[in-house]
Each structure stands twice: as C-alpha cells, then as structure tokens.
C-alpha cells in the first residue's frame, strides 16, 4: 500500500523536483557569466571592471542577508507550527 502511495505522489507532483533542479541548476548563472559582458559593458557605458562588479558583490551581500533572515523565519515558523499542534 505504501508504494501505491509513493507511486501516486510522484504521478501528481513529478514537475517540481525537476523545476527545483533546474532553479538550482541556473541560480548562479549571473555570476558565472559576468565576465562575459564585462567589455559591453565598459563599452556601452564607460564603466570600470571594479564598477561592474560592484553590482555583483551588491547583489551577494544582500542575498546573504536575506538568506538569514529567511532561515530564521522559517525556522521559527516550524516551531510555531509544531509547538501549536502540539
């Protein structure tokens, strides 16, 4: 019974593992090619590399800050829950 089970979950939900891996799979293509358009870049609006990859590192530091605190609300909300249906 319990593999009918198994079986049934995956026929209905079979899309999100793979929409999961290809999010993982393209979440760091921004970073990976940057050095790509650096010289468009440069060209197109005169910046410097350190310009451009300011941005980037903008980008890092406020991924990781919200990162965190999205650990922490989802971890408290995981408490709640449990503590509540306790």
Do not use: K, N
């Not at 440069?42 to 980037?56: T, V």
């Amino acid at each position: 019974m319990r593999s009918s089970a198994a079986a049934a979950e995956w026929r209905a939900y079979w899309p999100l593992p793979f929409a999961a891996a290809a999010g993982a799979a393209t979440a760091a293509v921004h970073t990976y090619s940057l050095g790509v358009f650096m010289r468009p870049l440069q060209a197109a609006f005169g910046w410097g590399r350190a310009d451009i990859s300011l941005g980037l590192s903008i980008a890092v530091i406020i991924s990781a800050i919200f990162s965190v605190s999205s650990a922490c609300w989802s971890t408290a909300s995981v408490r709640g829950s449990s503590a509540s249906s306790a």
